[in-house]
């Protein structure tokens, strides 16, 4: 693809940073984008270009930031913010697998505070069955 404007090379590079950011095959990314475009449509704005997604996948060695030369330094500001970004909610950090051992670490600590709930609301029970008992001893 050539342009009188736009160099060939801002053009490939474009297009593969489209495919770097919205992989084709990604079940994930064509439901968020279809998504998008709903919403840009319920809203009357400009609709997202659906053929964006028909860019194709890269393969590992081409998504070296090393490889991008005209996008470069958003893709490097892209990357800090997201690896910067934390989970909010229960969805986001179940699904945030990131950090596994802080996952992990997470999700253990979160079960054990929940047995310890549960352990302590049994026991708190079996307390007060146990103090009625012996106030009205069977005759």
Known sequence: ??????????????????????PEHDKDVEDWFGDQQKTLQKRKRLSVDSTAR??????????????????HDRLVILKQVFDEAEPSNINQWWHDRRKRVQWYTFWIAAVVLGLTILFGLIQCVEGGIQIYYSAHPAK
Not at 54 to 71: A, D, M, P, S, T
């Open 1 to 22: 693809m050539s342009s009188p404007i736009l160099p060939a090379a801002l053009i490939d590079e474009t297009l593969r940073t489209l495919a770097l950011l919205l």
């Open 54 to 71: 028909e860019c194709g996948q890269l393969k590992v060695g081409q998504r070296r930031i090393e490889n991008f030369n005209y996008w």
